[in-house]
């Protein structure tokens, strides 16, 4: 399976401190957002891993490299200007290839487990999103989710974690450009062609600079507890 990491953001909730530098490589318990990730993918056997960047991309490219440091092979995937979710991801498919794969937003934080080896896309589906409980931030949610369905309505709404199985086929009726994902996932969910999967582990939506600060404070005191979720203790960049 390979990995898609969302990285062209501009960043403009975490200002001034993008002003510089892009906020996947904003540092948490020692180390850039978007290398928890890499460590991860690696410790759970995830090889080939794509990253779409825009906005500073060159300072991403420059810092991550081949990706070679943590063995694996990024491919890069450079925007002129930010396509948004779905058409950065349309932009990716030649490199991501035509089997479901892994997609995670650069700025979030999570004890990750590899979910996609247990919870496969079933037949005739075209995502699994990774569900957390509503935080204090996202009091609302943003799914419907029922026996590990999602709905268009329902009793139980849940935040969507920024970290998804996704089908190419979700994109099979759409042009390059700029094109949001929710849309697609509204229209696959009155499908009944997407799946769930609730994560009750710890997980940070970084979209502020409180957060990043209150995720690095978290981090660093916790740091011996985090073996055995593919996260890698030493602050090694």
């Given at each position: 399976m390979k990995a898609m990491i969302l990285a062209a953001g501009l960043g403009t909730r975490m200002?001034?401190?993008?002003?510089?530098?892009?906020?996947?490589?904003?540092?948490?318990?020692?180390?850039?957002?978007?290398?928890?990730?890499?460590?991860?993918?690696?410790?759970?056997?995830?090889?080939?891993?794509?990253?779409?960047?825009?906005?500073?991309?060159?300072?991403?490219?420059?810092?991550?490299?081949?990706?070679?440091?943590?063995?694996?092979?990024?491919?890069?995937?450079?925007?002129?200007?930010p396509l948004e979710t779905a058409g950065g991801i349309i932009k990716a498919l030649p490199l991501l290839g035509e089997e479901p794969f892994l997609l995670l937003n650069a700025d979030v934080w999570w004890a990750s487990w590899p979910f996609w080896q247990t919870c496969p896309l079933r037949h005739g589906d075209l995502a699994s999103l990774l569900l957390v409980d509503n935080p204090v931030h996202h009091p609302e949610g943003d799914f419907y989710f029922q026996e590990g369905r999602i709905r268009n309505e329902g009793s139980q709404r849940l935040t969507f974690a920024g970290i998804s199985l996704i089908s190419p086929a979700l994109f099979a009726d759409c042009r390059p450009g700029v094109l949001p994902l929710a849309p697609l996932l509204r229209t696959a969910i009155g499908r009944q062609a997407v799946a769930g999967i609730r994560h009750e582990g710890a997980w940070t939506d970084v979209g502020t600079p409180l957060r990043l600060k209150e995720l690095d404070a978290q981090l660093r005191q916790e740091m011996p507890e985090l073996e055995g979720h593919g996260l890698r203790v030493d602050p090694a960049n």
């Amino acid at each position: 399976m390979k990995a898609m990491i969302l990285a062209a953001g501009l960043g403009t909730r975490m200002r001034p401190l993008t002003d510089h530098i892009p906020k996947p490589l904003l540092e948490v318990g020692g180390k850039p957002l978007i290398v928890w990730h890499l460590q991860a993918l690696a410790y759970y056997g995830i090889r080939e891993v794509v990253i779409n960047v825009a906005h500073r991309g060159q300072q991403i490219m420059d810092k991550l490299g081949s990706g070679a440091s943590w063995g694996l092979n990024i491919h890069w995937s450079v925007e002129e200007q930010p396509l948004e979710t779905a058409g950065g991801i349309i932009k990716a498919l030649p490199l991501l290839g035509e089997e479901p794969f892994l997609l995670l937003n650069a700025d979030v934080w999570w004890a990750s487990w590899p979910f996609w080896q247990t919870c496969p896309l079933r037949h005739g589906d075209l995502a699994s999103l990774l569900l957390v409980d509503n935080p204090v931030h996202h009091p609302e949610g943003d799914f419907y989710f029922q026996e590990g369905r999602i709905r268009n309505e329902g009793s139980q709404r849940l935040t969507f974690a920024g970290i998804s199985l996704i089908s190419p086929a979700l994109f099979a009726d759409c042009r390059p450009g700029v094109l949001p994902l929710a849309p697609l996932l509204r229209t696959a969910i009155g499908r009944q062609a997407v799946a769930g999967i609730r994560h009750e582990g710890a997980w940070t939506d970084v979209g502020t600079p409180l957060r990043l600060k209150e995720l690095d404070a978290q981090l660093r005191q916790e740091m011996p507890e985090l073996e055995g979720h593919g996260l890698r203790v030493d602050p090694a960049n």
